[in-house]
């Protein structure tokens, strides 16, 4: 039996609150959030601490200024503010760049190739009504030998991570990460925003094989067209009965990508990393074990149990079955999402994605600020898990954004370095005081300074934005080392 959210501890509800408020007004107060924290009966320092740490939050009025996306891609394709204009983060909409504006919902035509997860989307609960036919013991070994791995970045095998929270023998706590806050990523909004049944539908699946006692579902605070879609849906008649999730809007943060920092976030408490051991599977949100999937990984439940393990496997590597969603943007002609093979070769994507805008494609950045830049040397790459090359890039949650002739490579680079030292959450002194340094020596073109730097970040961070923040640096000092000199 699933709990509510009133019944949760009180403190999990600051997260939503906040996200409220927030809405209501498009900013916080000192006295909202003082009559925030009375309501989650936590201290008001405790909730002011929480609520600053959110990149989405304001805390004075935006006095309706007009927002200028200043993403990678929208940098890429020009974009430019005027006065009185609010510079943004990413916005996520990538595939129309340079973007104005708020969230919208995805535009169907962006959908560039569809495959099994993208196919026209599921009007029954076929995939959930073989799972419960064949038991779940049967069912959990059919997940298993289907091969499927996580979507969200590390690729972790999904029978082995549920195995791992199911030998505690206790209630089991699941977590549907949706937060999606790499910038130049956006297939899991295209997935909520088109295809939401088949998300429920994994989901539902991953709910009658674990039981869990809690299912979140963590949806980024500012896809609100992605969340109001996938509500619509839980909304609609027909849903399985065991579906009954706590969707929470998130605050935004680079940092919410890490697991046991989005455990904190729905806990009420400030978003940072966990010290580990313990791993989530052995205690998580409220200490219960606790299974967290990205929402492509779920989605994949569905195709696995409605084609089978063998269908399944029928695609992708040995290692790695399955399509992947892939976000590309930037300097390409046809930018969206392509749903391809685990393992096809870098170059068959840009090639599809339509090659260049201008002239030929100089560099991609795969994994986003934690993976790295690869050169044309390196097009004939196999996009699989692992690292693609020894200098960091990897697939990670599957963004690539193409630079051709016209775009500034070692502007790109800098705009990485940018980006990770604003999103460290602080906790730890090689990232807080590291990134910034590193930002700082590549201005400099202090190359020698840089790079034993990277190594002391890269080794001694706490989390994964840490250790992988000279990812990027790394594979452009690599490549192209005569623009940092």
């Not at 595939?95 to 099994?116: C, L, M, N, T």
């Not at 579902?217 to 849903?239: F, H, K, T």
């Not at 339509?354 to 690869?374: C, Q, Y």
């Amino acid at each position: 039996m699933q709990l509510s959210p009133e019944s949760l501890p009180r403190r999990a509800r600051l997260l939503p609150l906040l996200h409220a408020e927030h809405g209501r007004r498009g900013w916080l107060s000192p006295e909202s959030v003082t009559a925030i924290a009375r309501e989650a009966r936590i201290p008001v320092a405790e909730a002011w601490e929480a609520a600053t740490s959110y990149r989405d939050f304001h805390f004075e009025s935006p006095a309706g200024k007009a927002q200028v996306c200043t993403g990678l891609s929208c940098q890429l394709a020009g974009a430019a503010t005027e006065a009185g204009e609010a510079v943004m983060g990413c916005r996520f909409r990538c595939y129309e760049a340079p973007a104005r504006g708020h969230d919208q919902p995805f535009p169907e035509q962006f959908i560039r190739e569809a495959g099994p997860l993208l196919a026209p989307d599921v009007t029954d609960w076929r995939g959930l009504e073989r799972a419960r036919s064949v038991g779940r013991e049967a069912a959990l070994a059919e997940i298993e030998s289907s091969g499927l791995r996580g979507r969200g970045g590390a690729y972790f095998p999904v029978g082995r991570k549920w195995a791992g929270a199911l030998a505690q023998n206790r209630p089991i706590a699941l977590v549907v990460n949706a937060e999606e806050g790499e910038p130049g990523v956006f297939k899991d909004r295209a997935l909520l925003c088109r295809r939401p049944r088949r998300v429920l539908e994994g989901i539902a699946i991953a709910a009658e094989l674990l039981q869990p006692a809690v299912v979140a579902i963590v949806v980024n605070g500012e896809a609100e067209a992605a969340r109001m879609s996938l509500e619509a849906a839980l909304a609609s008649p027909g849903l399985p009965q065991n579906v009954d999730p706590w969707v929470v809007p998130g605050g935004g943060g680079y940092i919410l990508g890490e697991e046991t920092t989005l455990l904190n976030a729905l806990e009420g408490r400030k978003p940072v990393p966990r010290l580990r051991p313990p791993y989530p599977v052995e205690s998580g949100l409220f200490g219960m074990p606790t299974v967290i999937n990205n929402v492509e990984t779920l989605a994949n439940l569905s195709v696995a149990f409605r084609d089978g393990a063998a269908a399944f496997r029928s695609s992708g590597t040995v290692d790695a079955p399955g399509t992947k969603l892939f976000s590309v943007s930037g300097q390409v002609r046809e930018p969206g999402v392509y749903e391809l093979p685990l393992g096809i070769r870098l170059a068959e994507v840009i090639e599809r994605a339509g090659g260049a805008v201008s002239g030929s494609v100089t560099a991609v950045l795969t994994g986003g600020p934690s993976g790295g830049f690869l050169a044309p040397s390196e097009f004939g790459v196999a996009l699989a898990p692992g690292v693609l090359h020894p200098t960091g890039a990897m697939v990670g949650a599957g963004g690539l954004v193409v630079l051709d002739e016209s775009s500034d490579v070692r502007a790109a680079v800098l705009a990485m370095a940018r980006f990770n030292a604003e999103e460290s959450c602080g906790k730890c002194t090689p990232c807080r005081e590291g990134s910034p340094r590193m930002l700082d020596f590549l201005r400099e073109n202090d190359a020698g300074s840089l790079e034993p730097l990277l190594e002391v970040v890269g080794a001694a961070s706490l989390c994964g934005l840490g250790q992988m923040a000279p990812n990027p640096l790394r594979s452009a000092l690599h490549f192209w080392p005569e623009l940092f000199r």
